[in-house]
């Protein structure tokens, strides 16, 4: 019984998405794209979105676009200096948040409706008008590089960045966009001023709207706000994803307790047919690594496997063991196990109704659907948001066995902690 009522709300839960999803529109407003979905929630989150990430700027001026984007929120604009714009912004329940990574950079703003055009009023002139003042610049540079060392202290986190580094050296994505220790230290407020400068281009942006506004609305303050943005040139920085056909070991020697262990493997596109049943795939992989590693055997602290939505895609597993070479070699067989059988029956209904339910969970939410319909955009076209919860559920155990097989032929590892393990040992061959 218990069965039939959770199949229930699945079943209401992909009707509820699919309404919602159907009203979703883009138009232009004056060349600036414009990606429009009306809710009937008393929210509404804005995002400018600009587009090229780490292909933007050079590797010796890593974290520029984040500070940037960070500083236009945070060091205070025309109207409204620094201390005036923290004031408002908290007055009114107005959230603002300017960040970058390796495919895009954005600049976003959430509040209630009632107070939307307080909103609007703080976030137009961030994006326009924003004010690097030195100062205010210095303030902001000392909190990314507190932020960075804690970021890159935690063992995770590095992993993660030398996974990025060893699987796409000599490539953009080698960069972390959040910068390091010198290249943060080197950037003056000019620099950031001028690097702003050559973001704001009609050809480079686009917004998503998601909220309780009307479509005009939207489109009158565009045009009054924004009209006066350049239409200069902008071209996308062509990227193929390097082939990991190898079984190559990048390690790097911490004095840690637990031994940090990953592995990288092609991914389909975003926009590709395989995508869907192949992210099933690595979900079903994830489940199974944790009940050999953790429960099974207790060779691990934690696991995991993931796909990451990028223009050069890839997904990756994770774990962090006193007990490697056995963890890899696991982490080896449970991935064949799943190219070679698969999810099948309850299992992979299992992932399906996950999946979903986080689908409505998010939908819940303006702010998350409007990242999740600019990075769809990013990554090849918006619509796809709106159709991934049909996939789901139209994906079978053979497509997802038959796209494992067509994109893992290899994997990249990576390891940090103990080199002394690696006497005499290799990676375990695919």
Known sequence: MKKIIFTLIISCVCISIANAQSETQSFAADGIKVI????????????????GGVTNYPANK???????LEATEQCGTKKYPATAFRDTSDKYGVLMYGASGRDYGFIQMNCISKYFEKGWDLFSDAIMNPVFEASEVNLLKGKALAANRNRLSN???????????????????????????????????????DYYKTLLSKNRIFIVVVGNVSKQDIFEKILLAFGNIPSKPYTEVEMKTPVFNDNKLLAEKRNTKLNYIGAIVNSPQFTDVNYVPFRLGISALGGSLYAALSTQSNLVYTSSASALQLKMPIAMMAASST?????????????????????????????????????YINSQSAASIAVGLGQ????????????????????TAEQISSALNFYITGLRWTYLGNTDVFEDFKPPVY
Not at 62 to 68: C, D, Q, S
Not at 338 to 346: C, L, P, T, W
């Open 36 to 51: 429009f979905k009306p809710t009937t929630k008393n929210v509404v989150n804005v995002m400018v979105f600009f587009r």
């Open 376 to 395: 769809a955009e990013v990554l090849g076209n918006w619509q796809y948001a709106d159709d991934l919860t049909k996939l789901v559920d139209m994906a």
């Open 155 to 193: 063992p995770d986190n590095h992993l993660f960045e030398l996974e990025m580094q060893n699987a796409f050296k000599n490539t953009p994505y080698a960069v972390d966009p959040g910068g390091n220790e010198q290249t943060i230290r080197d950037l003056s407020a000019t620099d950031l001023a």
């Open 323 to 359: 007990h490697v070479q056995e963890t890899m070699l696991v982490m080896m067989r449970k991935l064949k196990e799943i190219q070679a059988n698969g999810a099948d029956g309850e299992w992979l209904q299992h992932i399906k109704n996950s999946y979903l339910t986080q689908s």
């Open 62 to 68: 890593a974290g520029i676009e984040m500070l940037a």
